[in-house]
């Protein structure tokens, strides 16, 4: 079974530059997470997504940060413009549902590096 | 301050000792999951517990719900190097989404 496929593995860019991340989920979930992991601050959830709606954008950090879902298998995490702060691994993950029972799967991760 | 606390932060033993982690909250929980993640991958799921003082078995991994659903532990018996990784646990406080706690980097050294 595919799991939750995350792309890019390792992006590295230089401040200023817009950068998206993308995610597919496990087909049949109707939950998307995204997360940001550092060593300071642990994993941080972001926003997530149920059945492709944007039900808590409350962790995104500020203005800069964007996802979208515009399909039950794609999303998209942007940085617009990205700055070295934003230096960490991102995760997705998906769920079956949204409730706090469900297991959340995770992708490897697109590690950010911002210089 | 960390919605669910978790300790210790680094545990490093050898091949063979028992150790345990906590994870700690002033929140009561409607469930529990604990995670591991290993370095470059994602946390991978490793058990749910849902209610209050129960306890279940993974292998030499014994997990335990406190009886008023605030806390939870991890006990692993007789450890060995492949449970080296980051343990977190994670929870939703009732009505609220779910939280990560910082975790407890574990080594487990041959």
């Known amino acids: 079974d595919a799991g939750v496929i995350q792309s890019p593995r390792h992006e590295v860019t230089e401040m200023g530059q817009e950068v998206t991340l993308r995610c597919k989920p496990i087909s049949g979930h109707n939950s998307l997470f995204w997360y940001r992991q550092t060593m300071m601050r642990g994993l941080e959830l972001l926003i997530y997504?149920?059945?492709?709606?944007?039900?808590?954008d409350s962790g995104m950090p500020e203005d800069r940060f964007s996802a979208k879902m515009p399909n039950a298998s794609f999303s998209t995490l942007k940085i617009q413009p990205s700055e070295p702060r934003d230096s960490a691994v991102y995760f997705c993950?998906?769920?079956?549902?949204?409730?706090?029972?469900?297991?959340?799967?995770f992708g490897d991760g697109t590690r950010l590096s911002i210089l | 301050t960390q919605l669910l606390e978790q300790s210790p932060q680094f545990l490093s033993i050898q091949e063979g000792e028992n150790l345990t982690v906590y994870c700690n909250s002033s929140?009561?929980?409607?469930?529990l999951q604990w995670y591991r993640q290993e370095p470059g991958e994602g946390p991978v799921l490793l058990v749910t517990?849902?209610?209050?003082?129960e306890v279940k078995k993974l292998k030499r991994l014994t997990f335990q719900f406190g009886d008023a659903r605030k806390d939870s532990s991890l006990h692993i018996t007789a450890a060995q190097p492949g449970d080296t990784g980051l343990y977190l646990c994670?929870?939703?406080?009732?009505?609220?989404?779910?939280?990560f706690g910082a975790g407890t980097r574990l080594t487990v050294k041959p």
């Open positions: 997504f149920n059945n492709n709606v944007p039900i808590d």
């Open positions: 993950a998906s769920s079956l549902t949204g409730g706090p029972n469900q297991p959340q799967h």
């Open positions: 517990v849902v209610t209050g003082g």
């Open positions: 994670a929870g939703a406080p009732v009505g609220n989404d779910m939280r």
């Open positions: 929140s009561v929980f409607s469930s």
